[in-house]
């Protein structure tokens, strides 16, 4: 038997509205043992994911020029590491693009080095 | 000018906009009408994601939830910048826009106007009317749509969902977050907002704690806050001070039901499970009849309304039989408030205190449902099949499911 007790870690899944409750327990170099309470797989994967190394979804918006509108926003196509979320923001505060933008269309491609696109959820039009 | 039409649909947010598409697709000529100069109301400022996973299988962004029911809405006549003065009885919808005055002749209505906020003037809170208090919508616009900054360092009171995902907006932004303050002992949103709006970001939140004053000369400058017992009384002594020079409340939705408020609204108009009003030909969806959780729930509900009322303007639904749903133990929402029991129906219920696991029962109907961790901000939502049209009454209750195990 070893010394240390295994952790036990209650979250709730964000991967979806239905926001279960799940419980992990895991050891200390982060070996799972058990998860229970999620309703779908992607609740253990994110449970998972959350003993070591939570990912989230950034949404936020950019500066648009001669646009209809002066903000379109954004969002990381996937999950990046909550951890770089900072220096993600400091990044985009200084962005400004040109409208039109489409929904859809590539603002960063690789942001930092996550291997996810940010990307425009707001189609502007041109003033 | 004149229009003529088969249904008019008042309100292009996620209710208006669904109605209208299935007003059509059930064969109506449809008018969309919407005060803004573009569709989708309040999604425009809603960036984050978590919508639309129910009624378009996809997690998208408040904007992206509007571009993709936009899509659906190709030949539809939308008038712009249409403000409605008046709904007739005799079915005539008279708006104004930049042209003048107008009339609509129509067969049937959709009410899809939503909601608005309410305001902490509304509040018994002490204190001059100064700058610095928005509402959670508020700021939410200002710093989404019109870039501009509500403040710099903030209390906000109210732990619905727009209240914790406004915390994490303004943490984002720069916009330092003190405390959320929720009156009630629970957190008032999504478990799921709890954690990736305040967790995420160490935001600490006080719960059974509501604002007692504020002060400042012109702009805010302090907020006082209190612990509240059972009856919400704030408890001697346990007073805190936050140095902010913003405070946002989300404290709670009222839904539009301007200018139809002739209807049976209570708050919002009373609707059956067709989303039928008390007046046969004016069928009312989404947040203006009651609050909803999700934006797919109200999608879901304007796509119905949509549908009765393009068979109402073609004569295949008249005046549905109703019988009436009545609340019974531990129940605190119900909604529809009538069944017309020869259609399917949606149930959304939220229970009035906090349970474990819960059940939930529709009697006569021997209708059953076990909810683990029933709370008051997550709805339930039931679906129940055509009954016997010789029922009066069906009630919905809800009791803590005691596990014999243990
Ligand atoms: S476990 Fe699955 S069903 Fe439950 S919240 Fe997560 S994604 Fe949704």
């Known amino acids: ?127 | 000018m004149k229009y003529n039409t088969d249904v008019v649909v008042i309100g292009g947010g996620a209710a208006g906009m669904a109605a209208a598409y299935s007003a059509r697709e059930n064969g109506a000529k449809v008018i969309l009408l919407e005060r803004d100069e573009d569709t989708g109301g309040v999604l425009n400022q809603c960036i984050h994601n978590g919508f639309g996973l129910q009624y378009f299988k996809k997690d998208l962004t408040g904007p992206e939830f509007k571009e993709f029911a936009k899509e659906r809405l190709k030949d539809i006549d939308i008038l712009f910048g249409t403000y409605v003065l008046e709904i007739r009885k005799d079915k005539t919808i008279i708006f104004v826009d930049k042209r003048g005055i107008h009339e609509i002749q129509t067969k049937a209505l959709v009410m899809a106007t939503g909601a608005r906020e309410r305001h902490l003037n509304s509040l018994p809170v002490p204190g001059k009317r100064i700058t610095g208090i928005f509402t959670a919508g508020l700021a939410q616009r200002f710093i989404n749509l019109e870039n501009l900054k509500p403040g710099s360092k903030a209390v906000i009171l109210g732990s619905g969902d727009i209240g914790l995902i406004m915390a994490r907006r303004l943490t984002l932004e720069g916009i330092k977050v003190e405390a959320v303050l929720e009156i009630m002992p629970y957190p008032g949103g999504l478990e799921r907002n709890v954690q990736q709006c305040l967790k995420d970001f160490g935001i600490p939140l006080y719960l059974s704690h509501t604002v007692i004053a504020v002060e400042g000369d012109r702009r805010l400058q302090k907020v006082i806050a209190a612990e509240v017992d059972y009856k919400w009384d704030p408890i001697p002594g346990t007073e805190k001070e936050f140095e902010v020079d913003t405070l946002i409340t989300s404290v709670g939705l009222i839904p539009q039901i301007k200018p139809a408020d002739f209807l049976e609204a209570d708050p919002g108009f009373i609707v059956s499970n067709t989303n039928q009003t008390s007046e046969d030909w004016i069928f009312a969806a989404g947040n203006c009849t009651v609050i909803f959780d999700l934006v797919d729930y109200v999608a879901k509900e304007g796509e119905k309304a949509g549908k009765y009322a393009a068979l109402y303007a073609k004569g295949e639904y008249s005046k549905g039989k109703k019988v009436k749903v009545r609340k019974g133990e531990n129940i605190g929402i119900l909604h529809p408030s009538y069944i017309d029991p020869t259609q399917e129906s949606t149930l959304y219920i939220r229970v009035s205190k906090v349970f474990d696991r819960a059940s939930i029962k529709v009697e006569p109907l021997g209708v059953e449902v076990i909810e683990n961790e029933a709370r008051p901000p997550e709805m339930v939502v039931i679906k129940l099949k055509p009954f016997d049209e010789n029922i009066d009454e069906i009630e919905v209750m809800a009791d803590e499911l005691i596990s014999k195990l243990g």
């Open chain 1, 1 to 127: 038997m070893s010394s240390s007790q295994n952790l036990v870690k209650e979250l709730t899944c964000v991967r979806c509205p239905l926001g279960c409750k799940v419980k992990i327990e895991y050891t200390d170099e982060l070996e799972v043992i058990d998860v229970s309470g999620n309703k779908c797989p992607r609740g253990r994967e994110y449970a998972i994911q959350e003993i070591s190394d939570p990912h989230r979804i950034l949404v936020t918006s950019i500066k648009v020029k001669n646009g209809k509108y002066p903000l379109a926003s954004v969002k990381t196509s996937e999950a990046i590491p909550l951890r770089l979320f900072e220096e993600a923001m400091s990044i985009i505060e200084k962005l400004e693009v040109e409208a039109p933008v489409k929904m859809g269309d590539i603002i960063i491609e690789n942001f930092l080095n996550t291997g996810v696109n940010l990307i425009v959820t707001r189609s502007i039009e041109r003033l």
